[in-house]
């Protein structure tokens, strides 16, 4: 049984939710699942913007039935190459053998690396901002690269105003019905994995992402259709300034995040004593993770949202607790920038962990050392009290001016 649903005259969205995938791309937790958007515009010509991922391809195939009510397809739009929705290509032109699949050079490319489908014929190339008159409504391409794969274009469908946006303001976290942002409690339904989702999967492409924005700022955007989680129709401005901020790596907020590693639980305290002096001088909404408990996806997105950082571990092995150094590693991979970030160190005979931590702290752009880093010996004595207190009021001084 099919389960669509409208999203403008014509158009219908005909996707469907993944609750049983523990991690997306087999490395991200979904607590909440995950939803495939794929969009049918049914007009003089009929057009698909995108399929779906292998796992719920049945539902979806009966919907696109459903929708067409026994027209052909037209048209197949491919925005994005990642199997995750292109997992229906093949049985789509098995199904409508004389669809044109849209895409560019890269996407053809990707369609032949990925699939054994032999229908170059079928292939209708184009270039940046070409149309296709469906009827009533215009598709036009604004090519994405690097928004996160090379091939990425948005599509705008130009009577309704729709930017079909790939991945691009996609969110972890399956739908419940309502498809709308706005038709959810969003800021708590879906606001912290919209952020996962876009620090981790987009992060690394701030410059791209800010270059497409560009490109689609003097369009009239009505409404927003990613791949993954609520459409947007409301509060576009809203959804538009995070991913401004995010792609500039500007924090959203002032606040501090401390990550630590540890094993016996002696730095654990000294981030404890950190917290609780902050706290007492007045620093509010602090979070504070355990990198060897908490996925690194979570912890990213928080670094993502606040402005500063405590980061804490032992010396392991002559070097940096490995949990906490392919942290840091994926930060820096991610290009994370403009951060204030205060050390501690652990060691029992030889201390390395500050000097690692340093090292790929300053691999990052713009990111700035508070204070003195700290470190201790094993465990923390009282008569280093003065010294930490120094560095907290460094580092209060520093999230409040
Ligand atoms: C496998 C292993 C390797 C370690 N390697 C080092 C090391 O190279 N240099 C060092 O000074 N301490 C090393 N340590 C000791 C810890 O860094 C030290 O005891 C630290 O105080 C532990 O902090 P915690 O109480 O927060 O876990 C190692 C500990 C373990 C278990
Ligand atoms: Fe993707
Ligand atoms: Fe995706």
Redesign the pocket.
């Known amino acids: 049984m099919h389960c669509v649903q409208p999203v403008a005259p014509q158009i219908f969205w005909v996707g469907g939710n993944d609750r049983r995938l523990e991690r997306f791309e087999n490395m991200f937790p979904l607590p909440n699942g995950v939803a495939y958007n794929s969009y049918l515009i049914v007009d003089e010509k009929t057009a698909l913007v995108d399929t779906v991922d292998a796992a719920i391809s049945a539902l979806f195939l009966e919907n696109v039935v459903h929708v067409l009510q026994g027209r052909s397809l037209d048209y197949l739009v491919i925005n994005h190459m990642e199997p995750d929705h292109c997992a229906n290509i093949e049985e789509l032109v098995r199904r409508y053998p004389d669809v044109k699949i849209v895409g560019n050079k890269k996407t053809f490319q990707f369609i032949e690396q990925f699939y054994t489908l032999d229908k170059r014929e079928n292939y209708l190339e184009v270039s940046e901002r070409d149309e296709i008159s469906l009827g009533r409504h215009v598709l036009k391409f604004f090519f994405a690269p690097m928004v996160h794969w090379p091939e990425v274009m948005f599509t705008y469908e130009q009577q309704e105003k729709i930017l079909f946006s790939a991945d691009a303001f996609g969110s972890f976290g399956a739908l419940s019905g309502n498809l709308f942002s706005d038709q959810t409690d969003f800021e708590s339904a879906y606001l912290e994995e919209f952020r996962r989702y876009y620090a981790n999967i987009v992060g690394k492409y701030g410059i791209q992402v800010q270059a497409v924005l560009k490109k689609v700022a003097g369009l009239e955007i009505r409404m927003i259709c990613p791949l993954h989680g609520p459409v947007w129709r409301r509060d576009l401005p809203y959804v538009l300034d995070k991913y401004d901020r995010w792609s500039k790596y500007e924090p959203e907020k002032k606040g501090v995040v401390l990550l ?10 000294v981030m404890n004593i950190i917290a609780n002096k902050l706290a007492i001088k007045g620093i509010s909404d602090m979070r504070m993770y355990d990198v060897s408990k908490t996925h690194p996806s979570y912890i990213i997105a928080d670094v993502w949202k606040y402005s500063h950082l405590v980061i ?8 940096l ?1 490995y949990v906490m150094e392919a942290l840091l590693r994926e930060m820096a991979g991610l290009k994370l920038q403009n951060r204030k970030v205060a050390l501690i160190g ?8 500050v000097r690692v931590m340093r090292n790929l702290i300053e691999e990052m752009e713009n990111m700035e050392i508070i204070g003195m880093p700290f470190t ?4 923390m004595k009282v008569e280093q009290e003065a010294e930490l207190d120094k560095l907290v009021d460094d580092i209060y001084v520093s999230v409040t001016v």
């Open positions: 630590y590693a540890s094993m016996y639980g002696n730095t654990e305290n804490g571990s032992p010396t392991y092995n002559m070097g607790y652990n060691y029992t005979w030889s201390s390395m962990a201790i010996k094993s465990s």
